[in-house]
């Protein structure tokens, strides 16, 4: 564990980076929906207040509910999943935590996170594919099979470092034979478990009949937030200032 200065200030702000962390991933989802639906709705697009009268073009909003988190890149609030992606990345890399110990296998905090700061990154820079033309935010997006391969990957690695941090890295103390021992250990290990089995789901619809099946589901966009539900749960948990 890093040395950590006595000033209480800067030991209040290191939790509130965490639960900073925790909250962003548990409203990203909320505020994304919710988001794009009042810009809708109300036709914020299409006010002539915002708009010049002379102006010919008209915004088309489709459903305000899409198949994926990811696919918000392509609406409204676009820049709002890319900016939340961007400041969970820069509070990953910000992060310190425990040291690898002899006696762990697993790898340290501050490389789990500066992982999970990169597909984050990579999440953010690369969209879902799309291979049609998009017009969900008065521009036009398209994206190719390849990069959605690439968006794909850089999510997975990070629903499952997040797993890890959950599982693993949360659950470290100062004495490695204490490791999952401690009153909060437990809910960690639920959190990592819930990233896991949501991945799972979402990997057994994508891949399978299911598809098809439930193709009127948002089932990735529900699992997805239940991902998220379980990271920030773990993160604000390890944000508390009493938390063991």
Known sequence: MPKVSTNPNLVISYHRMRMLVGILGISLPFTL??????INELGLLNNDSLIHRNCQ?????????????????????????????CAVAFFM???????????????????????????????????TSETSCLSD????????????????????????SLSIMALVNFRRTYAVEKFGTMPSHNFYKYCGIGILVSIAIIALYSFTPLHETLKNTPVIFIFETTSLLFFGASWIKKGLIDSN
Request: one cysteine or more; hydrophobic letters at 40%; glycine letters at 8%.
């Open 93 to 127: 890399f910000s992060y310190r935590g425990y040291t690898k110990k002899a006696g762990e296998f697993m790898p340290s905090d501050s490389f789990m996170t500066n992982l999970a700061g990169i597909c984050a990154l990579g999440v953010a820079i690369f969209p």
């Open 57 to 85: 073009c008209y915004y088309h909003p489709y459903s305000n509910f899409k198949d994926s988190i990811s696919d918000y890149y392509y609406t409204t609030v676009g820049e709002l999943f890319v900016g939340t992606l």
């Open 137 to 160: 935010n008065l521009r036009t997006f398209i994206s190719s099979r390849y990069i959605g391969y690439i968006h794909y990957s850089f999510a997975t690695v990070f629903f499952i």
């Open 33 to 38: 929906l919710i988001g794009n639906t009042i």
